[in-house]
């Protein structure tokens, strides 16, 4: 910040001049100007996936059913429509961008057992989560854990929201990443999921 001088001819006015000052750096319009900051994305908006810009399908394989987003900061609530046995089931999820941690019904299942993946045993299963903003991006991290013949290995998951800069395209992409095991089995990494979604 440039040093300014102010040069007073009668001294009588400097105890008035410094008042005056003081209350003016200090004024909430100065300091609101002083510390205003671009606003945060708003992700809110009802979306349905695109599948020819996507690699992954998440809950649902249905391009046609929606996923809905409610976001009031911290809170980003997160509503996917899936299919079950000729049903339509809601999924909801809960999450706060200030990191104090969720728990929601599981994202994402390691198993050994290929039935398991399905949306309706997912449901029986729970995800611990901490979720904060990374500049315009929000980005939840949660530990899974994966038994294989008595012996575990662990991974992180990483999801990341992002919205494009016209606000019509929202691209959310997951990845594992490999942290801990009892054993000296390394996993193979896997590529990036990337579900892009277009406003409706």
Known sequence: MPHIKIYVKDPKLVPSLISFLLALVFSPTYKAQSIST??????????LLDSKKSNASGLTTRPDLPLTISHHDPEFHVTISSEANGQIVKH??????????????ATALLTTNPSATKPKDLQNQVTRSKTKWSGEKIVTRSMLRLNVAGHFVEFEQVDEWKLAKDGKVLTQTSRIIFQNSDTAF??????????????Q
């Open 92 to 105: 909801e999820f809960v999450y706060f961008t200030d990191g104090r941690g969720e728990t929601n019904e």
């Open 38 to 47: 671009k606003p945060k994305p708003d992700f809110s908006g009802t979306w």
């Open 186 to 199: 390394i996993p193979a990494g896997t590529a990036d999921k990337k579900r892009v979604f277009n406003r």
